[in-house]
């Protein structure tokens, strides 16, 4: 009985982060529509590609990171805040999320798109105040005082 309760915490992890990679993909479309139908450039510099690029690499380099420091999380009887504090997961409770906040970010620079940016910033709003707390909800329920004190201990 305990496993399908498991089971099901760990559907409703995948189901709540699934939908908050889509919001992201949502903006990032609607973006870049708004910016095919109103061209608005934000900066005039043509340094902002290699910024663009640069976030690109940083973000692809977060998301890599986060996803292989996660398959490697074994949840147990013991489980305690120091098996969620590896990877990236010591400086940010959801780098995955940081990393495609960066890596839209940096699209948007290369782009040189106003609406891509302010897409953007409107996605990771909406991920980290509707889906996140959802997430960490879950994860609460899921791994009870472990994880309460890892968000003790990282704040991000």
Same mark, same amino acid.
């Given at each position: 009985? *305990?496993?399908?309760?498991?089971?099901?915490?760990?559907?409703?992890?995948?189901?709540?982060?699934?939908?908050?990679?889509?919001?992201?993909?949502?903006?990032?479309?609607?973006?870049?529509?708004?910016?095919?139908?109103?061209?608005?450039?934000?900066?005039?510099?043509?340094?902002?590609?290699?910024?663009?690029?640069?976030? +690109?690499?940083?973000?692809?380099?977060?998301?890599?990171? #986060?996803?292989?420091?996660?398959?490697?999380?074994?949840?147990?009887?013991? +489980?305690?805040?120091? #098996?969620?504090?590896?990877?990236? @997961?010591?400086? =940010?409770?959801?780098? =995955?999320?940081?990393?495609?906040?960066?890596? =839209?970010?940096?699209?948007?620079?290369?782009?040189? #798109?106003?609406?891509?940016?302010?897409? =953007?910033?409107?996605?990771?709003?909406?991920?980290?105040?509707?889906?996140?707390? !959802?997430?960490?909800?879950?994860?609460? *329920? !899921? @791994?009870?005082?472990?994880?309460?004190? @890892?968000? !003790? #201990?990282? !704040?991000?």
């Amino acid at each position: 009985m *305990e496993t399908s309760g498991v089971d099901n915490l760990t559907n409703k992890i995948h189901h709540t982060l699934a939908h908050s990679y889509f919001i992201y993909l949502f903006f990032l479309v609607l973006g870049i529509a708004l910016d095919l139908l109103f061209p608005m450039r934000i900066i005039k510099n043509p340094l902002s590609v290699g910024l663009g690029i640069f976030l +690109l690499v940083i973000a692809t380099i977060i998301i890599f990171w #986060a996803q292989r420091t996660t398959r490697n999380l074994h949840s147990g009887d013991t +489980l305690t805040k120091e #098996a969620f504090l590896c990877g990236p @997961y010591c400086y =940010t409770r959801t780098p =995955t999320h940081w990393g495609l906040f960066i890596l =839209t970010l940096g699209f948007g620079f290369i782009a040189n #798109a106003f609406f891509v940016v302010l897409s =953007t910033l409107i996605s990771f709003f909406v991920t980290k105040f509707v889906f996140l707390r !959802k997430y960490e909800e879950i994860l609460e *329920e !899921k @791994y009870g005082d472990a994880y309460r004190d @890892y968000e !003790k #201990a990282v !704040k991000l």
